[in-house]
């Protein structure tokens, strides 16, 4: 279990069950390269027990330690993806919404860029 308990009760039960499967995930990608826990620990600079936590999916786990075992696992390449602007339809929609409508010009008028 992690140190911050509150925040752990106040994860929404979608998320929960993500880092559920993502544990798993590395569970099985672990098992088909033939690595320990143990192993994959040091690979890792990490603990077994930490290991362990990822595995069950703890959401404890920081983000360095779940990056690190990605790459020692060569999976390290969707990461990216996770949180990318291009992707993010919703915030692109907002972000549309909040665009003027038209532009004015400014009140120094064509004067300002005299020099």
Do not use: C
């Amino acid at each position: 279990m992690s140190k911050n308990k509150k925040a752990d009760r106040a994860l929404p039960l979608p998320v929960e069950s993500i880092l559920k499967d993502l544990g798993r995930s590395v569970q099985i990608a672990r098992k088909r390269r033939r690595l320990s826990e143990s192993k994959l620990a040091a690979l890792a600079y990490t603990s077994r027990a930490t290991i362990q936590r990822l595995e069950a999916g703890e959401p404890g786990v920081g983000m360095g330690i779940l990056a690190s075992v990605l790459w020692v696992l060569q999976l390290h390449q969707d990461l990216a993806r996770v949180a990318d602007p291009g992707r993010d339809q919703l915030g692109t929609l907002l972000e549309r919404g909040r665009e003027p409508k038209r532009i004015r010009e400014g009140v120094t008028g064509d004067d300002a860029y005299d020099f």
